[in-house]
């Protein structure tokens, strides 16, 4: 699960929620990262403000009855900046605070549920839509799972895989327009429209 955390979950398209089918066993490790001068702490941000929207949502959602599996603390280093635990919280519900909000820090809700229909309601069960994952070894449940996800890219068995070939972009509130690909082209295209009477 080190996708959850890339970047000290600083990334647009990093992990934000994580579903499992009910009764699976989920195991996550922490390992640090570059940005990190202590053992299993990761920077936040060097702006106050930024890291402040972060430390108030780790307790937010401990008061909403999700179980806090690991982590949540916070601290400075050296006196200086804000790093924050790698922080999961089990048993969590599409909406709690940290479910349904861009936490942007290495917060992430793990979210049970029943059946593929639970699964892709709670997908889009969200004002954004940017990107989305399956990990599965049912490559076919996999691509029909991917076809009913309202997000601009679904990645099946992989994140983060790019190419200049490839539109990227999202849906609803994830923005408008595409980067990259043919469809690109778009955002510096105008068309015009010319009527003429030639009776």
Do not use: C
Not at 28 to 39: I, S, W
Not at 146 to 162: E, F, P, R, S
């Amino acid at each position: 699960m080190k996708i959850g955390i890339i970047g000290a979950g600083k990334v647009a398209t990093g992990l934000a929620r994580y579903w499992t089918a009910n009764g699976h066993e989920v195991r996550f490790g922490v390992r640090a990262g570059k940005e990190d001068p202590a053992k299993g702490m990761l920077a936040v941000s060097e702006a106050a403000t930024f890291g402040d929207v972060i430390v108030l949502a780790v307790p937010f959602a401990s008061i909403e009855d999700s179980l806090t599996a690991a982590g949540g603390g916070t601290r400075k280093i050296n006196g200086k900046g804000l790093f924050i635990e790698p922080t999961l919280f089990a048993n969590a519900i599409n909406d709690l605070k940290i479910s349904r909000e861009e936490i942007f820090g290495p917060v992430l809700p793990i979210i049970p549920f029943e059946g593929e229909e639970e699964a892709i309601r709670i997908a889009n069960d969200t004002s954004y839509g940017l990107a989305s994952g399956i990990q599965t070894g049912d490559m076919r449940r996999a691509l029909r799972l991917a076809d009913k996800i309202k997000a601009g890219t679904v990645w099946l068995n992989t994140w983060h895989k790019y190419h200049p070939n490839a539109p990227f972009g999202g849906f609803k509130m994830s923005g408008y327009g595409r980067e990259q690909g043919a469809e690109a082209l778009e955002n510096y295209t105008q068309y015009k429209t010319i009527w003429a009477n030639l009776g």
